[in-house]
C-alpha cells in the first residue's frame, strides 16, 4: 500500500504550499493520478483521511481523476488509448504491437488546492 507514503508526501506538499501562502485551511485539494500510475484511489482517499484526522486539515475534501492512457506508435505515429485496462495493445492505425511511447497515463500531481 504505497499510498500512504503518497498521500504523506501530498500532506507535506500541502502544507509547505499553505505556509508560503499564509493560508490556515484546506477546503480542497485536487489530484489527478494517470491510469498507469497504480494508485488505488479508495487506498489514497482512506490514507488521507486517516492522516489528516486532529490536524488542521481534517474535514478537507480529497478530488480525485484519472487521467487516461495515450500512446503514440513508434511505427506510424499515430496517437491513440488502449481499450481496457492494458496499456499493452496494438496500433489501431498500423497493427505495432510494442514500443510505443506513452504521452499520457504515468502522472501524478496536485492539480489545485483550494485555501482560505
Known sequence: MHELSIAQSLLAIIEDEMTKHGKETLLTVKVRH??????????????????????????????????????RCRACGREFTPEGDSAFAPCPGCGEELGHTVLSGRELYIEYLELE
Open 34 to 71: 494517470g491510469r498507469l500510475s497504480a494508485i488505488v484511489p479508495e487506498a489514497l482517499e482512506t490514507a488521507f483521511e486517516v492522516l489528516t484526522i486532529d490536524s488542521r486539515l481534517a474535514g478537507a475534501k480529497l478530488e480525485m481523476e484519472e487521467t487516461p492512457v495515450v500512446l
